[in-house]
């Protein structure tokens, strides 16, 4: 196996790739075609304009230019690909002069093949365009105007790897795998362009090298496209091949490209044997109870915004979270970069990934929308650590109901299921839900009125003063409540900052933060989610600061969430 820690698409790779992050040239700039624009700046990627990591520093960005000279050779029998893994909003793309691309979507990869205009120097022109007030794009967290309250400054541009990648003129073009836990084994559908016969695929035990597979099959290719299943020798104890956040077990996948006798190209991939499912709003894991206990994670940085300073940044976010014992994050209002499913995947966390927010309702949010949702959960297909999607959140966008808002929550839900019926899908975090596999609640109530609403049943319908339910639509009886936001403690400091509520001294703080996380512990809860894992911004109610210092011992949190009761309530 040669897997890359580092590579921007971790479930399909080749060596031959290439980052293109660092100095760029750029410019602020409103105009539509590339003839007046001077680039009298530099911008480091993949940090956005109003990042201090870009080295721009600007607030308010409506519209900006890159420039890049490449000068790659050609290469007889290959192709080179740029790759964006997310421009926000717009993006247009001038090879020499001429334009050559649009995309539109601001948390979605696109690429470029450039091999038809190789054999001198390519001047790469990229115009970006985010308008800072339009509330019918999905936007996230992205303030309108100035941040305030839970929105936070704007991301413009490039904010995720920017690479290249030769790959041969026949080629892997994609990959997605189904775990089956029955047969103990993976349903594979490669998809490949060119000459190919047939693709064969060898399993190992691990993504380390030198390792023999396990197992090793041909799947013919049939109209570009080769189907087959993959399973595990029948030795040993099967639990201990399934991934989970306790045992991430992983195995390494090698596919080859092949043509009569030839190999036409040759990628990597891995999988996890693993299954997720929702009964009576109870989450399950591989056949059994489980509970998630999450931190929510909005993937921001100070010196990155919603880009990271690198993958290091990723692994610290996750190994921080681990380290108090939380066993998953539910990602808020982010389509996070695909390297911190892959560190989720091999250290054993659950993702909770929420899409993007529009915060006005209309054909053209909801065709915004979809043009978003569908590519996103194609990209994140393969990782066994994203459990659960989440649609909406608190209805943003939704309000007020009309018909066509419900039937679009629903129609987005049903899509969902119909292109990843392998995971969880929460439809509107919070409340007001329709057809929604979670019964997810946000309740900021204090650590004492918590441990009374949720002890026992009936539990409460509209514990924030908005019902969980929307008319005519529901859960049967009986089903369990998942608290998907409570908490948000800020530790009082001479700062302009905020939080739901405030506690005086350090050790007053972690007594609060205790009482909260055994409030739910001792419920009859389905999973929980504290707010929040670390500060953003104004924001000041994390268990962390916004650059990552703890303000709790993690091992006083971790004692408590390792020893949480509410996994026997479960099984009951």
Same mark, same amino acid.
């Given at each position: 196996?040669? /897997?890359?820690?580092?590579?921007?698409?971790?479930?399909?790779?080749?060596?031959?790739?290439?980052?293109?992050?660092?100095?760029?040239?750029?410019?602020?700039?409103?105009?539509?075609?590339?003839?007046?624009?001077?680039?009298?700046?530099?911008?480091?990627?993949?940090?956005?304009?109003?990042?201090?990591?870009?080295?721009?520093?600007?607030?308010?960005?409506?519209?900006?230019?890159?420039?890049?000279?490449?000068?790659?050779?050609?290469?007889?029998?290959?192709?080179?690909?740029?790759?964006?893994?997310?421009?926000?909003?717009?993006?247009?793309?001038?090879?020499?002069?001429?334009?050559?691309?649009?995309?539109?979507?601001?948390?979605?990869?696109?690429?470029?093949?450039?091999?038809?205009?190789?054999?001198?120097?390519?001047?790469?022109?990229?115009?970006?365009?985010?308008?800072?007030?339009?509330?019918?794009?999905?936007?996230?967290?992205?303030?309108?105007?100035?941040?305030?309250?839970?929105?936070?400054?704007?991301?413009?541009?490039?904010?995720?790897?920017? #690479?290249?990648?030769?790959?041969?003129?026949?080629?892997?073009?994609?990959?997605?795998?189904?775990?089956?836990?029955?047969? @103990?084994?993976?349903?594979?559908?490669?998809?490949?362009?060119?000459?190919?016969?047939?693709?064969?695929?060898? /399993?190992?035990?691990?993504?380390?090298?030198?390792?023999?597979?396990?197992?090793?099959?041909?799947?013919?290719? /049939?109209?570009?496209?080769?189907?087959?299943?993959?399973?595990?020798?029948?030795?040993?104890?099967?639990?201990?091949?399934?991934?989970?956040?306790?045992?991430?077990?992983?195995?390494?996948?090698?596919?080859?490209?092949?043509?009569?006798?030839?190999?036409?190209?040759?990628?990597?991939?891995?999988?996890?044997?693993?299954?997720?499912?929702?009964?009576?709003?109870?989450?399950?894991?591989?056949?059994?109870?489980?509970?998630?206990?999450?931190? @929510?994670?909005?993937?921001?940085?100070?010196?990155?915004?919603?880009?990271?300073?690198?993958?290091?940044?990723?692994?610290?976010?996750?190994?921080?979270?681990?380290?108090?014992?939380?066993?998953?994050?539910?990602?808020?209002?982010?389509?996070?970069?695909?390297?911190?499913?892959?560190?989720?995947?091999?250290?054993?966390?659950?993702?909770?990934?929420?899409?993007?927010?529009?915060?006005?309702?209309?054909?053209?949010?909801?065709?915004?929308?979809?043009?978003?949702?569908?590519?996103?959960?194609?990209?994140?297909?393969?990782?066994?650590?994203?459990?659960?999607?989440?649609?909406?959140?608190?209805?943003?966008?939704?309000?007020?109901?009309?018909?066509?808002?419900?039937?679009?929550?629903?129609?987005?839900? @049903? @899509?969902?299921?119909?292109?990843?019926?392998?995971?969880?899908?929460?439809?509107?975090?919070? #409340?007001?839900?329709?057809?929604?596999?979670?019964?997810?609640?946000?309740?900021?109530?204090?650590?004492?009125?918590? *441990?009374?609403?949720?002890?026992?049943?009936?539990?409460?319908?509209?514990?924030?003063?908005?019902?969980?339910?929307?008319?005519?639509?529901?859960?049967?009886?009986?089903?369990?409540?998942?608290?998907?936001?409570?908490?948000?403690?800020?530790?009082?400091?001479?700062?302009?900052?905020?939080?739901? *509520?405030?506690?005086?001294?350090?050790?007053?703080?972690?007594?609060?933060?205790?009482?909260?996380?055994?409030?739910?512990?001792?419920?009859?809860?389905?999973?929980?989610?504290?707010?929040?894992?670390?500060?953003?911004?104004?924001?000041?109610?994390?268990?962390?600061?916004?650059?990552?210092?703890?303000?709790?011992?993690?091992?006083?949190?971790?004692?408590?969430?390792?020893?949480?009761?509410?996994?026997?309530?479960?099984?009951?």
């Amino acid at each position: 196996m040669r /897997l890359d820690p580092n590579h921007p698409r971790p479930t399909l790779q080749r060596p031959g790739w290439r980052s293109l992050e660092g100095l760029w040239g750029f410019a602020l700039s409103g105009a539509e075609g590339p003839g007046r624009v001077r680039f009298h700046r530099r911008i480091r990627l993949p940090f956005p304009p109003e990042a201090p990591g870009s080295g721009v520093g600007a607030a308010f960005v409506e519209a900006c230019w890159y420039r890049k000279v490449l000068r790659p050779r050609p290469r007889p029998g290959w192709r080179l690909f740029l790759h964006f893994g997310a421009v926000d909003y717009r993006a247009e793309l001038f090879l020499n002069g001429a334009r050559v691309l649009e995309h539109e979507g601001g948390h979605t990869p696109f690429r470029l093949d450039l091999t038809p205009f190789l054999g001198g120097p390519l001047e790469l022109l990229l115009r970006a365009e985010d308008d800072p007030l339009d509330p019918e794009k999905p936007r996230g967290k992205q303030a309108l105007g100035e941040p305030e309250g839970t929105f936070y400054p704007r991301t413009t541009g490039v904010w995720q790897p920017v #690479w290249l990648e030769w790959v041969p003129e026949s080629r892997l073009e994609a990959l997605r795998l189904t775990p089956d836990l029955k047969a @103990l084994g993976f349903h594979l559908e490669v998809q490949a362009v060119g000459e190919g016969e047939a693709v064969e695929v060898a /399993l190992f035990p691990g993504l380390g090298p030198g390792e023999a597979p396990l197992a090793q099959a041909r799947f013919p290719l /049939l109209g570009g496209v080769a189907r087959g299943f993959l399973g595990l020798p029948g030795r040993g104890d099967p639990e201990a091949s399934l991934w989970r956040p306790e045992r991430p077990v992983l195995f390494g996948l090698r596919l080859r490209l092949l043509g009569g006798r030839r190999l036409l190209d040759e990628a990597y991939s891995y999988g996890g044997l693993r299954e997720v499912a929702a009964r009576r709003g109870v989450f399950f894991l591989n056949g059994e109870p489980y509970l998630p206990k999450l931190a @929510l994670d909005q993937g921001l940085w100070p010196e990155g915004h919603l880009a990271p300073p690198g993958p290091e940044a990723l692994r610290r976010d996750l190994e921080l979270a681990k380290a108090m014992g939380f066993n998953g994050v539910r990602k808020h209002q982010k389509l996070e970069d695909p390297r911190y499913l892959h560190l989720a995947d091999r250290l054993g966390l659950l993702v909770f990934m929420e899409m993007p927010s529009f915060f006005r309702f209309s054909p053209k949010a909801a065709r915004r929308y979809l043009a978003e949702l569908v590519p996103a959960l194609e990209r994140y297909a393969n990782h066994p650590s994203l459990v659960a999607w989440i649609l909406f959140n608190e209805s943003w966008g939704l309000t007020p109901w009309t018909e066509a808002s419900r039937a679009f929550l629903r129609g987005a839900f @049903l @899509l969902a299921r119909a292109l990843d019926p392998t995971r969880v899908l929460v439809d509107n975090d919070g #409340w007001e839900h329709g057809p929604s596999h979670l019964l997810t609640v946000h309740d900021y109530a204090p650590p004492e009125v918590l *441990r009374r609403r949720y002890a026992r049943e009936p539990f409460p319908e509209a514990p924030m003063g908005r019902p969980l339910l929307l008319r005519g639509e529901g859960f049967p009886p009986g089903v369990r409540p998942f608290l998907s936001e409570f908490g948000g403690l800020r530790l009082r400091a001479p700062t302009p900052g905020w939080g739901y *509520r405030e506690a005086e001294g350090e050790e007053a703080f972690l007594a609060e933060v205790l009482r909260y996380l055994e409030a739910a512990c001792a419920s009859r809860l389905a999973g929980f989610c504290y707010t929040q894992l670390y500060d953003t911004f104004q924001e000041e109610n994390g268990l962390l600061d916004f650059w990552r210092r703890p303000k709790v011992p993690p091992e006083g949190v971790r004692a408590l969430l390792e020893g949480c009761e509410a996994r026997r309530l479960l099984a009951e």
